[in-house]
């Protein structure tokens, strides 16, 4: 049997989620973690992944509560149409805020109200790399492009943020069976 060069054959049990938010109720507005996320959309599309594998998450549905049910929705997706044979490969794409916590990092939604209360306000990175692993993916990858510009507003936080941001999620992706690959921008 030789190897297929089909890409729908190809990308058949690869599986993409995306999130850019841009604009956020409580938080200075991003200007292009929406088009990062569409940019992806568009080239993965491109080269042959099937738009059923492709979940890009509209902006209006961004807030903490329809995040995670997109995720939800998503992982019950994949767990129903993927190709019986193998498990799905997932990508985790997501643009936006983030911020360091005492427990976590964590991923700001649209309706993220204060950072006082993060952990109730925000999705963690430990929760994401968790609901994802739920379907026994045979490779996890996920891309963060969180800045935490946010936090330079905030007095009360320590000279370091880049390592703040990153020391949580370092050690969520250590605990992780496969790859992942993080960024921080300023």
């Not at 007095?155 to 050690?171: G, V």
């Amino acid at each position: 049997m030789g190897v297929t060069t089909d890409p729908r054959k190809l990308f058949a049990n690869h599986y993409v989620f995306l999130v850019g938010i841009d604009s956020y109720d409580n938080f200075r507005n991003l200007g292009g973690a929406r088009n990062d996320a569409q940019t992806l959309y568009d080239a993965l599309y491109g080269i042959g992944y099937s738009k059923r594998n492709l979940w890009l998450v509209p902006e209006e549905k961004t807030s903490q509560k329809n995040l995670q049910e997109q995720i939800g929705l998503f992982l019950k997706d994949v767990s129903a149409t993927r190709q019986e044979s193998s498990d799905p490969n997932i990508v985790v794409f997501w643009a936006g805020h983030g911020f360091p916590g005492d427990r976590s990092s964590y991923l700001l939604t649209k309706t993220t109200r204060s950072l006082c209360d993060i952990e109730s306000e925000a999705i963690s990175l430990q929760d994401i790399a968790r609901r994802f692993e739920e379907v026994n993916p045979a490779s996890l990858t996920m891309f963060f492009d969180v800045c935490h510009s946010i936090a330079q507003e905030r007095e009360d936080l320590l000279e370091n943020r880049a390592s703040q941001l990153l020391t949580p999620m370092r050690d969520a992706v250590r605990r992780l069976r496969r790859w992942a690959f993080v960024g921080v921008s300023t």
